[in-house]
């Protein structure tokens, strides 16, 4: 249910929740939608724009893809 609730949360309402996290969380929700970029092997520039937009949006700290990658695999404790 709560998986449903999310999917009906109206855009701006998830920035505000992300934009009210802490940087850790922001850091965490950074690197996995980064992550989620390269997953297939290809690199879309609309992702890619969402993703800088969403940077911008909801104060999430400056990364790459390979830097997204890695802090991933860290939250995760992934080697």
Known sequence: SELDAGLELPFMEA????SN???IEKDFVSAFLGS???ADGEINE???ALW???TSLCGFP??????AK???QKHL???
């Not at 920035?15 to 992300?18: R, T």
């Open 77 to 79: 404790n992934l080697k």
């Open 36 to 38: 989620i970029i390269i």
């Open 52 to 54: 800088r937009m969403l």
């Open 62 to 67: 400056a990364m790459s893809l390979i830097d």
């Open 21 to 23: 996290m802490t940087d």
């Open 15 to 18: 920035v505000n929740i992300i």
């Open 46 to 48: 609309k992702e890619i």
């Open 70 to 72: 890695n802090k991933l």
